[in-house]
């Protein structure tokens, strides 16, 4: 199961994307890609999150296409939103 959500921003595309690639990079991840879109993958708790983001306007939309069954979306989201808000 697929999650998907859009987290907006103020700022340009390139500031999101920095706090972003710093949240992943900092729980051992890894974050490729450019100001437009791309893919991203990180551990949590043995487990494997993977997932792709685009910028559309002042939206960071984020598709996450693996994680553990047992992660809702809604909590993947919650994080997300807290540490790039």
Same mark, same amino acid.
């Given at each position: ?23 992943? +990079?900092?729980?051992?991840?890894? =974050? ?7 893919? *991203?993958? %990180?551990?949590? #708790? ?17 598709? +996450?296409?693996?994680?553990?069954? =047992? ?7 919650? *994080?997300? %939103?807290?540490? #790039?808000?």
């Amino acid at each position: 199961m697929s999650c998907n959500f859009k987290v907006p921003f103020v700022g340009s595309a390139e500031e999101i994307l920095n706090k972003t690639k710093t949240a992943v +990079i900092s729980q051992g991840g890894k =974050f490729e890609g450019d100001q437009f879109n791309g893919t *991203f993958s %990180v551990s949590l #708790l043995s487990n494997t999150i993977e997932g792709s983001y685009s910028v559309v306007g002042n939206d960071l939309e984020l598709n +996450i296409q693996k994680k553990p069954a =047992f992660l809702p979306c809604n909590a993947i989201e919650s *994080f997300l %939103v807290k540490k #790039l808000g």
